[in-house]
């Protein structure tokens, strides 16, 4: 007759969570709280988690209280400290096994460090997953300090050894209700459906009913619209849905219909996520720094001015202008847009790409922190990318893939 208490962070799902199947006689709670830390500023003047974000996230938390009703149970909502809430909470729950995700990030590792220690001279017995990788971590064939520097070498070792999360984790059957602080309402809907359901649907539609998984390869550099690339993003980076789930949807379909290139290439892509997810436990908070995971030192300019013009689209680069009024809109932009803003910014305007990943950290819906950070460390020439220079010629881009200004004009219209 075990009191459990599970901790959601980034997995708002009822399915593939918990490393055992509770008892029937068990009783089960599930809480979450919104960091304080959230409403922080950064450097740019801007909180971390913006309102597009916020939003994402709280219709998010509404499905998975819902879900949670539906199993008989309810989410416990809290918002402040995140160690403070949660020893507060087992306390009055009485709890004897606490369970919780592995996030990703300095603070986010702290966080979880302290309740662990504090749980564990408590006497509780504390359970951890590591749910959020599409790659069989830590079972990879390689330790993490030698994890490769280049992305092809880090693929095809975990190709060639097959190195993928192909079991979910335990769905719990029924949940316990307890009392809650309100889940705040979402000022706007956002331009995603959120939550679990929502994911899973857009898994379930991308890859079986639409089939678009099948061409993926081919659209995936399209900029207009929701269905030229998956926009799994979003749901992945709350966990509404789990890189395990989105594998075994893939596997079915191959099954029937045979892989492809595309099939393939979402697998790929995945792999670049968990990539970047090994950076950050290679070089821990350097990802954070100016200077990033090299040596290289680096005097950008500080001009605010010039950054808020990047920012809210006036740079008059109108590609670099309509992808990132299309970011301050809706929270979203895809690949190829992300790599030209930020190349221009780091490239032609010269300022910190720090600046960059902040803007980013408020805005996008699917923020990550190694995704982001990650990503940004590679385009300004600081992380793992092996060519030197990674500079967009962001006109020739446009032309290329913008060629009839289909997109440009559309979000331009809506400055
Ligand atoms: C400067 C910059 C910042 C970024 N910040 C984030 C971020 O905060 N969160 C985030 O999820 N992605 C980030 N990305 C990666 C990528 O742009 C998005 O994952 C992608 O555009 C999301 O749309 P999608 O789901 O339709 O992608 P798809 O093209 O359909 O790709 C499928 C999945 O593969 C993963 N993926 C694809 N490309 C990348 C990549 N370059 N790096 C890591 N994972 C990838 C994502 O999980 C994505 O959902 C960033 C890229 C750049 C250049």
Same mark, same amino acid.
């Given at each position: 007759m075990a009191r459990i208490l599970y901790w959601f962070r980034n997995t708002l799902r009822v399915e593939d969570l918990l490393p055992f199947q509770p008892e029937p006689d068990d009783t089960l709670f599930g809480c979450y709280v919104l960091d304080e830390r959230n409403t922080s500023s950064t450097p740019i003047e801007k909180m971390r988690m913006g309102p597009k974000r916020k939003d994402f996230l709280l219709?998010? !938390?509404?499905?998975?209280?819902?879900?949670?009703?539906?199993?008989? $149970?309810? !989410?416990? &909502? /809290?918002? =402040?400290?995140?160690?403070?809430?949660?020893?507060?909470?087992?306390?009055?729950?009485?709890?004897?096994?606490?369970?919780?995700?592995?996030?990703?990030?300095?603070?986010?590792i702290n966080d979880s460090m302290r309740i662990h220690l504090a749980?564990?001279?408590? $006497?509780?017995?504390?359970?951890?997953?590591?749910?959020?990788?599409?790659? *069989? &971590?830590?079972?990879?064939?390689?330790?993490?300090?030698? @994890?490769?520097?280049?992305?092809?070498?880090?693929?095809k070792k975990l190709e060639q050894h097959g190195a993928f999360q192909m079991q979910p984790h335990f769905s719990p059957q029924k949940w316990d209700a307890h009392a809650s602080d309100p889940i705040p309402h979402a000022s706007h809907d956002s331009v995603f459906e959120s939550g679990?359901?929502? =994911?899973? /649907?857009?898994? !379930?539609?991308y890859i079986h009913e639409t089939q678009l998984a099948r061409t993926y390869k081919e659209t995936r550099n399209e900029l207009l619209g929701m269905d030229f690339s998956t926009k799994f993003s979003p749901y992945l980076a709350f966990g509404f849905i789990s890189p395990v789930q989105i594998h075994q949807e893939l596997v079915l379909h191959e099954q029937e219909f045979g892989e492809n290139d595309s099939t393939y290439w979402i697998k790929f892509e995945l792999l670049w996520r968990d990539f970047f997810r090994y950076v950050f436990l290679q070089h821990e908070s350097k990802i954070f720094q100016a200077s990033g995971i090299g040596n290289k030192s680096n005097t950008?300019?500080?001009?605010?001015? !010039?950054?808020?013009?990047?920012?809210? $689209?006036?740079? =008059?680069?109108? &590609?670099?202008?309509?992808?990132?009024?299309?970011?301050?809109? @809706? =929270?979203?932009? *895809?690949?190829?847009?992300?790599?030209?803003?930020?190349?221009?910014?780091?490239?032609?305007?010269?300022?910190?790409?720090r600046w960059g990943a902040w803007w980013f950290e408020h805005q996008l819906v699917d923020y990550d922190v190694c995704s982001n950070w990650g990503n940004w460390l590679y385009l300004a020439g600081v992380?793992?990318?092996?060519?030197?220079?990674?500079?967009?010629?962001?006109?020739?881009?446009?032309?290329?893939?913008?060629?009839?200004?289909?997109?440009?004009?559309?979000?331009?219209?809506k400055r």
């Open positions: 219709n998010g !938390l509404h499905i998975l209280n819902q879900e949670m009703v539906r199993l008989g $149970g309810n !989410l416990i &909502f /809290k918002e =402040g400290n995140v160690v403070k809430q949660i020893l507060q909470l087992v306390t009055e729950l009485r709890i004897d096994t606490f369970i919780y995700n592995e996030e990703l990030g300095t603070e986010e749980l564990q001279i408590r $006497g509780v017995r504390v359970a951890k997953t590591q749910l959020n990788y599409f790659s *069989s &971590f830590p079972d990879v064939p390689f330790d993490i300090v030698d @994890t490769p520097k280049i992305f092809t070498v880090f693929r679990c359901i929502a =994911g899973k /649907k857009r898994v !379930l539609s950008p300019r500080e001009d605010f001015a !010039l950054f808020e013009k990047w920012r809210t $689209g006036k740079t =008059g680069d109108d &590609f670099v202008d309509a992808n990132m009024i299309e970011l301050l809109q @809706t =929270g979203y932009m *895809s690949n190829r847009g992300r790599q030209n803003v930020a190349s221009f910014l780091v490239h032609q305007y010269q300022i910190d790409w992380g793992n990318d092996p060519r030197e220079n990674r500079v967009f010629n962001t006109q020739k881009q446009a032309r290329d893939y913008d060629p009839q200004g289909k997109y440009r004009a559309y979000w331009l219209e």
